[in-house]
């Protein structure tokens, strides 16, 4: 018999519980055994035969909060907009997940183990950026963005400069330097005739920046 026969399950509590602690304790304050200690009389063998440690629990999180709530996959349900209304409801919609964006904060300094900042690269150009791509190339078949010849490139463009250039735990820099940036990424999209950014996504995209400890 396997020492586990439902290891989805554990881990799903193991996620649960960490979650739970991380946004009532913060993250900092949570130890491994404040975890094991709400895992319904789990062990502590249990928790590291799925993690190697706490940092893993929380990069897990922030994986499985992206695909339980799927932004791109919503907008794709969503008829009557175009494919830039699409990319802007994406991103809008990140801003609306609160929970998610505790997380995120939370994860930020995680950005600093090269395993974990290979990891997420790798994430974002196989997976966001791909997302990316279809939407870009949805936005050139319905003319909501024009003259764009490359949609691939562009999207992996894109999402390195929005989910990368801007952490501040991989480019430091202060508050100021980040608000400058993203000025700079949305007069440079407008300029290619993309205008991504509009007036709601430049305020919660400040407002996230206030949730990010920069050095």
Not at 66 to 74: R, Y
Not at 114 to 138: G, H, K, M, S
Request: glycine share 6%; with cysteine; aromatic share 10%.
């Amino acid at each position: 018999m396997p020492r586990n026969k439902y290891p989805e399950e554990t881990v799903q509590k193991i996620l649960d519980a960490s979650l739970k602690l991380f946004l009532e304790k913060g993250y900092e304050e949570t130890t491994v055994l404040d975890i094991v200690d709400h895992l319904g009389g789990l062990t502590r063998g249990a928790f590291y035969h799925h993690f190697k440690s706490k940092e893993e629990v929380l990069d897990a999180l922030g994986d499985k909060m992206f695909f339980d709530n799927n932004p791109f996959e919503k907008v794709k349900k969503e008829k009557g907009l175009t494919g830039l209304e699409k990319m802007k409801k994406v991103i809008k919609l990140q801003f609306q997940n609160q929970e998610m964006q505790e997380v995120n904060a939370m994860s930020i300094h995680l950005l600093n183990n090269p395993r974990i900042l290979a990891d997420f690269l790798q994430n974002q150009q196989n997976v966001t950026a791909a997302y990316f791509e279809e939407l870009f190339q949805e936005a050139i078949e319905d003319g909501s963005i024009k003259d764009v010849k490359y949609p691939k490139a562009l999207a992996s463009f894109f999402t390195m400069i929005v989910d990368v250039w801007m952490i501040p735990s991989i480019f430091p820099c202060s508050k100021e330097e980040l608000t400058e940036k993203l000025y700079f990424v949305k007069e440079l999209f407008e300029g290619m005739g993309i205008p991504i950014i509009d007036e709601e996504i430049l305020q919660g995209s400040l407002q996230q920046m206030e949730r990010l400890t920069i050095e």
